[in-house]
């Protein structure tokens, strides 16, 4: 029963998201609501191209890698990360599913047992998949909008989470395009996505959720 | 011996008991609880005994307590305040459900430390087979992922993670899938419930009384203060609380019942107040002597003693009444029932010593308690009734009723009924033989009330707590041999779980391998720490040249540096799983196996008999086994004791009377084995127990014939007030909550009512073989 609790320091520190801190654009529109941003990204494109740099503050040189990330219908996304080695992560309400390169199932640091984890996987689905009204509950959300694009800051009013990450920055116009990070150790994490139409990944990533 | 004589006798026997129970109290009273001091040593090794003594003495003090409730936030806000209530009353010295941030950081710490000793048999095997590859490979897409960590860090001083995944690997020892842990709380979602989970260790022992009512007022306070949650234990305390509180209550209504009855019968039946003091006083006088005796000859008594003690008023009294029916008829009774209670008392005692030949504490508690108890009795109304003068005069209602009795069983006076009754014996042996051994648990010693069972099974099917009962022991002459052993025993024990026939174990070197393996994960490493086992690393900027460096530095310096089974020992982690290792005994160092959720037996018992070193405790089956075969000796030392009063009797009178004497005896307890097999399905121990006590009220009855010189209707009057008594004192003991007591009233219920309505036959046959005529 025991074992499971020391599992507990190193899952909190796994779990960390480490994104960037930098903010992503210099926007300035007018404040808005969750609702119209949750609205426009219901008719994004399903699958994107990412790149992803952390900057990681014992490493010299920041750490960089891209791959896809597919919005699955059923509120599960799949992130397959292919440079510089191959590995995929399944992310749903339900589970966690991480694969290796060679598409076995891997045990590593997984967050099931983890109720801050499992809040901070589930923000993550929230803002990836466009869930962004769902965010309120644990967040103070600053939203500012114009025609085209929007602008988010995620500011953690929940202090499990508190307690791992600082900020979220979040923007976008028809999909999401960039969404930042930052930890509470200042480790930062930058995410780009770019919307792409290649039917042959999309299945591929999709065969991930079938078991 | 003159009157005055013998009362000083009396006083002298007084005086001395009281001395003895004096010196007792001295040294303190001590009742136990303990339902394993009863039992005797079941291990042929007295050292697979001690080790089973060591870890139900840790094992005994612990607790687990759930939390239904309807939310997470309100389970967790429950069990932390529930945890330091605990802790703040002092009745528990660890909650071992919780780690403070301290208490995880030392335990990573302490594995860090040792990183470069420690891997899993399954990392192991990896390096074996497929190199440093499979490493690399899992450190980089930890680093790559998007849900990435603060391992990163730790990559230059341990680039395989090595730390991390031993510590995952010891996690994983024990999981149950619907686990949580939200907020340092143990969750579990149960059938569509929530709890939380807080077990404790106890500071004083489970059988402290005091221990037992602060505990469970806590917890009951508790419950009542937050009503919005479900408060769900189990633990030995609440079991033994419960057992201390029945045997408690039991002792009073049966001890207060059959007292109750005796002085009613004797006022009714006598007439006078002094009948009824000198009878409570030779039953006080008794019960004193047997309390006294037993706790100087045994330290201690058992409460399950004093339970069956009490009933002992039943027999104990038939001498006074003796003497008092036959004061209807003479100013001096006892040189006329001198003889007939001084037999009944020698063939009481004769069975009770057969009962003591058993090597087995509890029967011998009740042996010594029951035959001192009676010599007390016995001394009394021999010693000191003479003293008092005492005109008795029994209503003749009474006589007149038991006289009609009597009457009505001497119309089945025909020979070719007792021919019959010889019949019975056989039927007897014939349905014991088909008897299951299974009616003989040790389970029936406790009276298990049946919501604390069901908290029981609802905390098992959730939390994997170890089987108590049921565990390995192995042995060996160090420490790491011991290590050793237990290592080499996990191959066996994974078959074992693939079979299904146990869900999983627990030992020690699951979280300390002995050197040897440590020393060979040390030199399997020095394979895997070079620039070209690194290079992917490397190349990404995750390990520069000078923390290579270090790393080899750092590799090279802690040669020898093994993680000691003292310093885990020591450790947060090593404290809540001491129970493991049992330390040193006999010379030897010894650990346990935990087993849990055991599905098949006899896989195990195989495994232990491969091994010289290992044993395999099963001390419930074992004390059952061993129950069935104390009932199958007890049987056959009623037997031998037969055989003895018989030879004694022979001596006496004439073999025919010393045979009609124990004819009603053993009809009525083959009577009673066939009732108690026919309609409540089983004869265990405790019902052979009763037997010893219907053959010495049975015998009694046919001395005080076989010794009357003439037919008189007050023989039937003592008889019968006798019977009246021991009904009284047996029937309530068939109410008794403890499966075992129920049994052993029931069997004394239809073993007496069978020899009360035999006698008055017997008695004729006994009067014509003596010669005594018909009225």
Same mark, same amino acid.
């Given at each position: 029963?025991?074992?499971?609790?020391?599992?507990?320091?190193?899952?909190?520190?796994?779990?960390?998201?480490?994104?960037?801190?930098?903010?992503?654009?210099?926007?300035?529109?007018?404040?808005?609501?969750?609702?119209?941003?949750?609205?426009?990204?219901?008719?994004?494109? %399903?699958?994107?191209?990412?790149?992803?740099?952390?900057?990681?503050?014992?490493?010299?040189?920041?750490?960089?890698?891209?791959?896809?990330?597919?919005?699955?219908?059923?509120?599960?996304?799949?992130?397959?990360?292919?440079?510089?080695?191959?590995?995929?992560?399944?992310?749903?309400?339900?589970?966690?599913?991480?694969?290796?390169?060679?598409?076995?199932?891997?045990?590593?640091?997984?967050?099931?047992?983890?109720?801050?984890?499992?809040?901070?996987?589930?923000?993550?689905?929230?803002?990836?998949?466009?869930?962004?009204?769902?965010?309120?509950?644990?967040?103070?959300?600053?939203?500012?909008?114009?025609?085209? %694009?929007?602008?988010?800051?995620?500011?953690?009013?929940?202090?499990?989470?508190?307690?791992?990450?600082?900020?979220?920055?979040?923007?976008?116009?028809?999909?999401?395009?960039?969404?930042?990070?930052?930890?509470?150790?200042?480790?930062?994490?930058?995410?780009?996505?770019?919307?792409?139409?290649?039917?042959?990944?999309?299945?591929?990533?999709?065969?991930?959720?079938?078991? | 011996?003159?009157?005055?004589?013998?009362?000083?006798?009396?006083?002298?026997?007084?005086?001395?008991?009281?001395?003895?129970?004096?010196?007792?109290?001295? @040294?303190?009273?001590?009742?136990?609880?303990?339902?394993?001091?009863?039992?005797?040593?079941?291990?042929?090794?007295?050292?697979?005994?001690?080790?089973?003594?060591?870890?139900?003495?840790?094992?005994?003090?612990?607790?687990?307590?759930?939390?239904?409730?309807?939310?997470?936030?309100?389970?967790?806000?429950?069990?932390?305040?529930?945890?330091?209530?605990?802790?703040?009353?002092?009745?528990?010295?660890?909650?071992?459900?919780?780690?403070?941030?301290?208490?995880?950081?030392?335990?990573?710490?302490?594995?860090?430390?040792?990183?470069?000793?420690?891997?899993?048999?399954?990392?192991?095997?990896?390096?074996? &087979?497929?190199?440093?590859?499979?490493?690399?490979?899992?450190?980089?897409?930890?680093?790559?992922?998007?849900?990435?960590?603060?391992?990163?860090?730790?990559?230059?001083?341990?680039?395989?993670?090595?730390?991390?995944? /031993?510590? &995952?690997?010891?996690?994983?020892?024990?999981?149950?899938?619907?686990?949580?842990?939200?907020?340092?709380?143990?969750?579990?979602?149960?059938?569509?419930?929530?709890?939380?989970?807080?077990?404790?260790?106890?500071?004083?022992?489970?059988?402290?009384?005091?221990?037992?009512?602060?505990?469970?007022?806590?917890?009951?306070?508790?419950?009542?203060?937050?009503?919005?949650?479900?408060?769900?234990?189990?633990?030995?305390?609440?079991?033994?609380?419960?057992?201390?509180?029945?045997?408690?209550?039991?002792?009073?209504?049966?001890?207060?019942?059959?007292?109750?009855?005796?002085?009613?019968?004797?006022?009714?039946?006598?007439?006078?107040?002094?009948?009824?003091?000198?009878?409570?006083?030779?039953?006080?006088?008794?019960?004193?002597?047997?309390?006294?005796?037993?706790?100087?000859?045994?330290?201690?008594?058992?409460?399950?003693?004093?339970?069956?003690?009490?009933?002992?008023?039943?027999?104990?009294?038939?001498?006074?009444?003796? /003497?008092?029916?036959?004061?209807?008829?003479?100013?001096?009774?006892?040189?006329?029932?001198?003889?007939?209670?001084?037999?009944?008392?020698?063939?009481?005692?004769?069975?009770?010593?057969?009962?003591?030949?058993?090597?087995?504490?509890?029967?011998?508690?009740?042996?010594?308690?029951?035959?001192?108890?009676?010599?007390?009795?016995?001394?009394?109304?021999?010693?000191?009734?003479?003293?008092?003068?005492? =005109?008795?005069?029994?209503?003749?209602?009474?006589?007149?009723?038991?006289?009609?009795?009597?009457?009505?069983?001497?119309?089945?006076?025909?020979?070719?009924?007792?021919?019959?009754?010889?019949?019975?014996?056989?039927?007897?042996?014939?349905?014991?033989?088909?008897? +299951?051994?299974?009616?003989?648990?040790?389970?029936?010693?406790?009276?298990?009330?049946?919501?604390?069972?069901?908290? +029981?099974?609802?905390?098992?099917?959730?939390?994997?707590?170890?089987?108590?009962?049921?565990?390995?022991?192995?042995?060996?002459?160090?420490?790491?041999?011991?290590? =050793?052993?237990?290592?080499?025993?996990?191959?066996?024990?994974?078959?074992?779980?693939?079979?299904?026939?146990?869900?999983?174990? @627990?030992?020690?070197?699951?979280?300390?391998?002995?050197?040897?393996?440590?020393?060979? =994960?040390?030199?399997?490493?020095?394979?895997?720490?070079?620039?070209?086992?690194?290079?992917?690393?490397?190349?990404?900027?995750?390990?520069?040249?000078?923390?290579?460096?270090?790393?080899?530095?750092?590799?090279?310096?802690?040669?020898?540096?093994?993680?000691?089974?003292?310093?885990?020992?020591?450790?947060?982690?090593?404290?809540?799983?001491?129970?493991?290792?049992?330390?040193?005994?006999?010379?030897?160092?010894?650990?346990?196996?935990?087993?849990?959720?055991?599905?098949?037996?006899?896989?195990?018992?195989?495994?232990?008999?491969?091994? +010289?070193?290992?044993?395999?405790?099963?001390?419930?089956?074992?004390?059952?086994?061993?129950?069935?075969? /104390?009932?199958?000796?007890?049987?056959?030392?009623?037997?031998?004791?037969?055989?003895?009063?018989?030879?004694?009797?022979?001596?006496?009178?004439?073999?025919?009377?010393?045979?009609?004497?124990?004819?009603?005896?053993?009809?009525?307890?083959?009577?009673?084995?066939?009732?108690?097999?026919?309609?409540?399905?089983?004869?265990?121990?405790?019902?052979?127990?009763?037997?010893?006590?219907?053959?010495?009220?049975?015998?009694?009855?046919?001395?005080? /014939?076989?010794?009357?010189?003439?037919?008189?209707?007050?023989?039937?009057?003592?008889?019968?007030?006798?019977?009246?008594?021991?009904?009284?004192?047996?029937?309530?003991?068939?109410?008794?909550?403890?499966?075992?007591?129920?049994?052993?009233?029931?069997?004394?219920?239809?073993?007496?009512?069978?020899?009360?309505?035999?006698?008055?036959?017997?008695?004729?046959?006994?009067?014509?073989?003596?010669?005594?005529?018909?009225?």
């Amino acid at each position: 029963m025991i074992q499971r609790i020391i599992t507990l320091t190193i899952l909190t520190s796994t779990l960390l998201f480490v994104f960037g801190s930098q903010s992503v654009s210099a926007f300035t529109g007018d404040s808005c609501d969750l609702k119209q941003i949750t609205q426009v990204l219901q008719s994004q494109e %399903s699958l994107h191209q990412f790149s992803q740099e952390k900057h990681i503050k014992v490493l010299a040189n920041p750490l960089k890698s891209s791959g896809y990330l597919l919005l699955a219908d059923n509120d599960a996304v799949v992130w397959q990360t292919l440079k510089p080695i191959k590995s995929t992560t399944v992310i749903s309400e339900l589970e966690f599913k991480q694969f290796n390169k060679n598409d076995q199932p891997v045990s590593m640091p997984t967050n099931s047992d983890n109720q801050t984890s499992q809040l901070i996987s589930s923000t993550f689905l929230s803002i990836l998949s466009g869930n962004l009204n769902s965010l309120n509950a644990n967040f103070e959300v600053e939203a500012l909008c114009d025609q085209s %694009s929007w602008d988010i800051r995620l500011t953690p009013t929940n202090p499990r989470i508190k307690r791992m990450i600082k900020l979220i920055q979040i923007d976008g116009s028809g999909h999401i395009e960039h969404l930042s990070f930052s930890e509470a150790n200042d480790d930062t994490t930058k995410l780009l996505f770019t919307p792409v139409s290649e039917p042959l990944i999309k299945k591929q990533l999709g065969s991930y959720l079938v078991d | 011996m003159s009157i005055n004589l013998r009362f000083v006798f009396w006083i002298l026997l007084l005086l001395s008991i009281g001395g003895g129970f004096y010196s007792q109290l001295q @040294k303190g009273l001590s009742v136990e609880t303990n339902i394993l001091r009863l039992l005797p040593t079941t291990e042929v090794n007295p050292f697979a005994e001690e080790a089973f003594e060591r870890f139900s003495e840790q094992n005994f003090k612990k607790v687990i307590l759930t939390i239904e409730a309807p939310t997470v936030e309100e389970a967790i806000i429950s069990s932390k305040s529930l945890s330091a209530q605990l802790l703040q009353s002092g009745l528990v010295s660890s909650i071992d459900t919780q780690l403070s941030q301290q208490d995880q950081e030392a335990i990573a710490q302490l594995y860090f430390k040792h990183r470069f000793h420690l891997l899993s048999d399954a990392d192991r095997a990896l390096f074996q &087979q497929q190199g440093s590859e499979p490493f690399i490979d899992a450190t980089l897409q930890l680093v790559y992922s998007p849900l990435s960590s603060q391992l990163i860090s730790l990559l230059p001083k341990d680039p395989y993670l090595l730390s991390y995944r /031993y510590l &995952q690997d010891v996690t994983d020892v024990s999981n149950s899938p619907q686990r949580q842990l939200v907020d340092d709380v143990i969750m579990y979602r149960h059938q569509g419930k929530i709890y939380s989970v807080v077990s404790a260790t106890l500071q004083a022992s489970p059988f402290d009384s005091q221990a037992q009512q602060q505990l469970t007022h806590q917890l009951d306070d508790f419950q009542q203060d937050s009503p919005n949650i479900k408060l769900l234990y189990t633990g030995a305390i609440f079991y033994a609380h419960h057992a201390a509180a029945s045997a408690k209550s039991e002792i009073s209504t049966i001890g207060l019942g059959s007292l109750i009855g005796v002085i009613l019968l004797l006022v009714l039946a006598f007439k006078s107040i002094r009948p009824l003091v000198l009878t409570l006083t030779s039953l006080g006088t008794g019960v004193f002597l047997g309390f006294t005796v037993t706790h100087l000859a045994f330290g201690s008594i058992h409460v399950l003693t004093l339970v069956f003690g009490a009933s002992l008023i039943g027999v104990a009294v038939d001498y006074s009444f003796h /003497y008092f029916a036959s004061a209807n008829e003479s100013r001096r009774p006892l040189k006329h029932i001198l003889g007939a209670i001084t037999l009944g008392l020698v063939s009481s005692v004769i069975g009770y010593a057969a009962l003591f030949s058993t090597p087995f504490p509890g029967l011998q508690q009740m042996a010594v308690f029951c035959a001192a108890g009676l010599i007390g009795a016995f001394l009394t109304v021999t010693l000191l009734f003479d003293k008092v003068n005492v =005109n008795v005069n029994s209503p003749k209602a009474i006589t007149t009723t038991f006289t009609f009795l009597s009457r009505f069983s001497l119309t089945f006076r025909h020979p070719t009924f007792l021919l019959a009754l010889t019949a019975l014996p056989v039927i007897a042996v014939i349905l014991l033989s088909e008897v +299951e051994d299974d009616n003989d648990n040790i389970r029936q010693l406790q009276s298990i009330p049946p919501e604390l069972y069901q908290q +029981e099974q609802t905390i098992q099917k959730m939390v994997a707590s170890p089987a108590t009962n049921q565990f390995f022991v192995v042995q060996a002459d160090t420490t790491d041999e011991l290590l =050793n052993q237990l290592g080499s025993l996990n191959a066996d024990l994974n078959t074992l779980v693939d079979r299904n026939a146990i869900e999983g174990y @627990k030992h020690i070197a699951q979280f300390v391998p002995s050197r040897q393996v440590q020393d060979k =994960n040390y030199l399997l490493l020095s394979n895997y720490l070079d620039r070209q086992s690194l290079s992917p690393l490397i190349e990404l900027g995750l390990l520069n040249r000078q923390q290579l460096l270090s790393l080899v530095d750092n590799y090279l310096s802690s040669n020898g540096n093994h993680l000691d089974l003292q310093d885990w020992l020591q450790s947060p982690l090593g404290q809540r799983f001491s129970y493991l290792w049992l330390g040193e005994i006999e010379n030897q160092v010894a650990a346990i196996i935990t087993l849990h959720n055991i599905h098949n037996l006899e896989p195990l018992e195989t495994l232990a008999d491969k091994h +010289e070193k290992l044993y395999f405790i099963n001390k419930v089956d074992k004390v059952s086994a061993m129950f069935t075969e /104390y009932r199958e000796k007890a049987l056959f030392m009623l037997g031998l004791a037969l055989v003895a009063i018989f030879l004694l009797l022979s001596l006496k009178y004439s073999a025919l009377i010393a045979g009609l004497i124990l004819l009603a005896p053993i009809a009525a307890s083959s009577l009673a084995i066939i009732v108690n097999i026919l309609v409540a399905g089983s004869f265990n121990l405790f019902s052979t127990l009763a037997l010893f006590l219907v053959f010495g009220i049975g015998v009694d009855y046919g001395l005080f /014939y076989s010794e009357s010189k003439k037919r008189s209707p007050y023989i039937v009057l003592a008889i019968g007030l006798s019977a009246i008594t021991t009904f009284l004192s047996f029937g309530l003991l068939s109410l008794s909550q403890t499966p075992a007591i129920h049994a052993f009233g029931l069997t004394m219920l239809t073993g007496i009512l069978s020899v009360f309505l035999l006698s008055p036959i017997f008695g004729h046959h006994i009067y014509r073989a003596q010669g005594v005529l018909d009225e």
